[in-house]
T-cell receptor, first 111, second 116 residues
């Protein structure tokens, strides 16, 4: 069945460091891909999305490109801030709205 | 922005009792709501999809008689864990989608259930 795999955490970075969180997926069709972020004590929030191959999603300095050839959707940010500390989830979704999540990656940014 | 609330945020119950968790979309109508379960340090697992006014669709391996889902209105869905056991202890999260926007899901903050 469909699945999403993302790099394990926790990831600890210093402020202004470059961030990459790897995410790969398996799917029988052509899913949409998402990154969600969960701040402490809050619900998941959509960070960015891409609905077809080669699309780039971006928001708040974060970017991810839908790579069909490598079945990947890696999350990147050029300069992280302490406020980016959260758990990040990669997910694939079908047209019916069903989401399959990766296991989450905890990011901790130190000043 | 779209807000989804859950109540209670945490609950402790004894084995054999039932507990109801509410999921509400506060500022939009949700034709579809989803219920997830999350174990510590693990991913969210979809339990069921509920559409307003119809029966929920359960994922494989989820006991429909144990996890009763009711989506009686466009702003409210409930999950009832019946005859709870300690292995049902988990973090339950709901999400809601506006009409014609299946890609958009707005998540509640989750409910921590502990069964003693």
């Amino acid at each position: 069945g469909d699945s999403v795999t993302q790099m394990e955490g926790p990831v600890t970075l210093s402020e202004e460091a470059f961030l990459t969180i790897n995410c790969t997926y398996t799917a029988t069709g052509y899913p949409s891909l998402f990154w969600y972020v969960q701040y402490p004590g809050e619900g998941l929030q959509l960070l960015l999305k891409a609905t077809k191959a080669d699309d780039k999603g971006s928001n708040k300095g974060f970017e991810a490109t839908y790579r069909k050839e490598t079945t990947s959707f890696h999350l990147e940010k050029g300069s992280v801030q302490v406020s980016d500390s959260a758990v990040y989830f990669c997910a694939s979704g079908d047209q019916g709205g069903k989401l399959i999540f990766g296991q989450g990656t905890e990011l901790s940014v130190k000043p | 922005g779209a807000v989804v609330s859950q109540h209670p945020s945490w609950v402790i119950c004894k084995s054999g009792t039932s507990v109801k968790i509410e999921c509400r979309s506060l500022d939009f109508q949700a034709t579809t709501m989803f219920w997830y379960r999350q174990f510590p340090k693990q991913s969210l697992m979809l339990m069921a999809t509920s559409n307003e006014g119809s029966k929920a669709t359960y994922e494989q391996g989820v006991e429909k008689d144990k996890f009763l889902i009711n989506h009686a209105s466009l702003t409210l869905s409930t999950l009832t864990v019946t005859s709870a056991h300690p292995e049902d202890s988990s973090f339950y999260i709901c999400s809601a989608s506006p009409p014609l926007s299946s890609y958009e899901q707005y998540f509640g903050p989750g409910t921590r259930l502990t069964v003693t």
